[in-house]
């Protein structure tokens, strides 16, 4: 089993920055690749930013420029630090962790409980 434990959402200014981190536990020996998605009301799911164990990242092209995915394998945690916040980027943000490896295999996909995030003046 494992947890996903989410933290840094808030109320911030247009402009301004967040951090988010994301933190797995639980009998973890790797996981594959992690990463963040939103959902804004009324819109589907999309993915933000994802990175691999060996650092690889990718972005969704709302956020490029803007918001930088890092992650410390040692600690399963990752991380989104959010800067030149806009109105459009208000949403709750998923963590997922993929391809969880246990001592006993390859566990799956994981979903954290999400943190909301709301950009306005």
């Known amino acids: 089993q494992v947890q996903l434990v989410e933290s840094g959402g808030g109320l911030v200014q247009p402009g301004g920055s967040l951090r988010l981190s994301c933190a797995a536990s639980?009998?973890?020996?790797?996981?594959?690749?992690m990463g963040w998605y939103r959902q804004a009301p009324g819109k589907q799911r999309e993915l933000v930013a994802r990175i691999t164990s060996g650092g690889r990242t990718n972005y969704g092209d709302s956020v490029k420029g803007r918001f930088t995915i890092s992650r410390d394998n040692a600690k399963n945690t990752v991380y989104l630090q959010m800067s030149s916040l806009k109105s459009e980027d208000t949403a709750v943000y998923y963590c997922?962790?993929?391809?969880?490896?246990?001592?006993?295999?390859?566990?799956?996909?994981?979903w954290g409980q999400g943190t909301q995030v709301t950009v306005s003046s």
């Open positions: 997922k962790t993929e391809r969880v490896w246990v001592p006993g295999g390859n566990i799956g996909d994981y």
């Open positions: 639980g009998s973890i020996l790797s996981i594959n690749a």
